[in-house]
């Protein structure tokens, strides 16, 4: 079986004595970075508001960023720790808090973010589900980098494969695989956010609370389970060809996004034809 060479690249980007800065944690920082300017840029962005008024000003972006990321990052391991591999961590603890050594669930973090914003916009007396809106049209950012940083570690591997383009990883036998984090990136990463960009700045999805979070969690769940057909399911809890944890985790975000873009989209026509 011919295979691409895996470009082993090392996972710590910066070494300065015995502090070590790891592409992982990179990847993260400038996801929710480029997110957090992202979300800026659409809070001045008149047009794309109802009666033409962000519902935040621009400068409160800097304390959603703060709890936006203290959920992804708190969430996101504790998703790994419950849905993934629960025996290893229970049985080390102490593994919990190593987060630089990698392990974080996108879903556990989404839970962990959406509380966090509940909890912000409670404090600042606005709607949860426009700041829902809000952070979901960012989070494209973060999927790309964090499953680029899936890659560089080498971890999150894809389903032994024949393609072309399969490469042999490290610690996951001599046999090719699909890059399926590489997948992951493009998908959830790249698409997601061109098909929100399309709604917020095409269709102004904005204009209507709660539409493109739906939008984000159909659009993802979708893309996810296109993703987990090439994955490997390392946790464990199903052993089907066809069947995955990330794909059991990902049907309620698909039905509760559809469902909730419906009702939105029929509201905003009601309210439309109200004379």
């Keep these: 079986m011919l295979a691409i060479s895996y470009p082993a690249i090392d996972p710590v980007a910066i070494a300065i004595g015995p502090i070590a800065i790891k592409w992982y944690g990179l990847a ?12 800026k840029r659409l809070l001045v962005t008149n047009r794309l508001w109802a ?6 000003p621009p400068d409160v972006a800097d304390d959603l960023f703060a709890w936006i990321a203290l ?9 790994h720790v419950l849905l993934y591999e629960p025996d290893y961590y229970f049985s080390h603890p102490i593994e919990i808090l190593k987060i630089w050594q990698g392990g974080m669930a996108f879903h556990g973090g989404l839970v962990g973010s959406i509380v966090a914003m509940w909890i912000f916009a409670r404090m600042k007396g606005v709607s949860a589900l426009t700041v829902w809106d809000i952070a979901a049209a960012a989070v494209p950012f973060g999927l790309f980098f ?10 999150v591997i894809g389903r032994v494969s024949d393609v072309p383009w399969a490469m042999v990883f490290p610690g996951a036998g001599p046999l090719p695989r699909h890059p399926v984090q590489l997948y992951e ?11 929100l960009r399309w709604l917020t700045h095409s269709r102004y999805s904005l204009k209507k609370p709660g539409f ?6 159909t659009g993802y769940g979708a ?34 996004g559809l469902v909730a873009m419906w009702i939105i989209g029929r509201q905003s026509s ?4 109200t004379p």
């Design 28 to 39: 993260y920082v400038a996801g929710l970075l480029l997110g957090w300017l992202y979300i």
């Design 51 to 56: 009666g033409d008024q962000p519902p935040l």
């Design 71 to 79: 959920g992804v990052v708190v969430g996101g391991r504790l998703g």
């Design 146 to 155: 964090g499953r680029t940083a899936n890659f560089i570690n080498a971890e």
């Design 185 to 195: 990136a493009l998908l959830e990463g790249l698409v997601l956010f061109l098909i």
């Design 212 to 217: 493109t979070g739906a939008a984000f969690l």
């Design 223 to 256: 893309l996810r389970m296109v993703c987990e057909m090439f994955k490997e399911d390392y946790s464990g809890l199903f052993d089907t060809p066809w069947l995955t944890s990330g794909m059991l985790y990902s049907v309620p975000m698909v039905i509760v």
């Design 270 to 273: 009601e309210v439309r034809q």
